[in-house]
Antibody
Framework: QVQLLQSGSELKKPGASVKISCKAS????????LNWVRQAPGQGLEWMGW????????TYGQGFAGRFVFSLDTSVSTAYVEINSLRAEDSAVYYC????????????WGQGTAVTVSS | SYVLTQPPSVSVAPGQTARITCGGD??????VHWYQQKPGQAPVMVVY???DRPAGIPERFSGSNSVNTATLTISRVEAGDEADYYC???????????FGGGTKLAVL
């Protein structure tokens, strides 16, 4: 079955780090670009950036360079986003989404991973 | 940076036609995609490349794009269409994806 499977919900304290995974199932991850999208509670979708699954090069959207790190482990068809120095405002649902190219948009999404940052 | 403007909400009676707009500078020259998101669920693409439908999306969903406005049209609206809808495009000036702010569709 073609799907993106994300890791489970996380509860973290401010200042900690979290690493979210997104595993490709039923297709070759390196045939697509892999995007990350954030959705804060009650808010809209915000593009965080993407990772080139062919060469591993990350590109960060506005406001996501620095504490956010995209990575890949092609041996297990999995992409990751690590968020360092967590703040309360990082509490959100994080989605991964695959994209063939910009003509076709993000046609497959993971189920989302909820991150809660609270002391 | 490129901005996409959507109305916060649209209301429609069952069986009627809903039109959700997405405004942007010269958006008609770009490829616009639309996503449906129901509460607690991940977004689902309903229209891509302005007016194409992914497999499994009902023909009731259609898109158009001209000059400064793209439109998602939902014909014969059903209660199950109640959701948030987002437009999206690739801004090739910044090389970034851009989402509209989203529109909540209420089925009265």
């Amino acid at each position: 079955q073609v799907q993106l499977l994300q890791s489970g919900s996380e509860l973290k304290k401010p200042g900690a780090s979290v690493k979210i995974s997104c595993k490709a199932s039923g297709f070759m991850l390196n045939a697509y670009s892999l995007n990350w999208v954030r959705q804060a509670p009650g808010q809209g979708l915000e593009w965080m950036g993407w990772i080139n699954t062919y060469n591993g090069k990350p590109t960060y959207g506005q406001g996501f360079a620095g504490r956010f790190v995209f990575s890949l482990d092609t041996s297990v068809s999995t992409a990751y986003v690590e968020i360092n120095s967590l703040r309360a405002e990082d509490s959100a649902v994080y989605y991964c989404a695959r994209e063939r190219n910009y003509y076709f948009g993000m046609e497959l999404w993971g189920q989302g991973t909820a991150v809660t940052v609270s002391s | 940076s490129y901005v996409l403007t959507q109305p916060p909400s649209v209301s429609v009676a069952p069986g009627q036609t809903a039109r959700i707009t997405c405004g942007g500078d010269q958006i008609g020259s770009k490829s616009v995609h639309w996503y449906q998101q129901k509460p607690g669920q991940a977004p689902v693409m309903v229209v891509y490349y302005n007016d194409d439908r992914p497999a499994g999306i009902p023909e009731r969903f259609s898109g158009s794009n001209s000059v400064n406005t793209a439109t998602l049209t939902i014909s014969r609206v059903e209660a199950g269409d109640e959701a948030d809808y987002y437009c999206q495009l690739w801004d090739n000036t910044s090389d970034h994806w851009v989402f509209g702010g989203g529109t909540k569709l209420a089925v009265l």
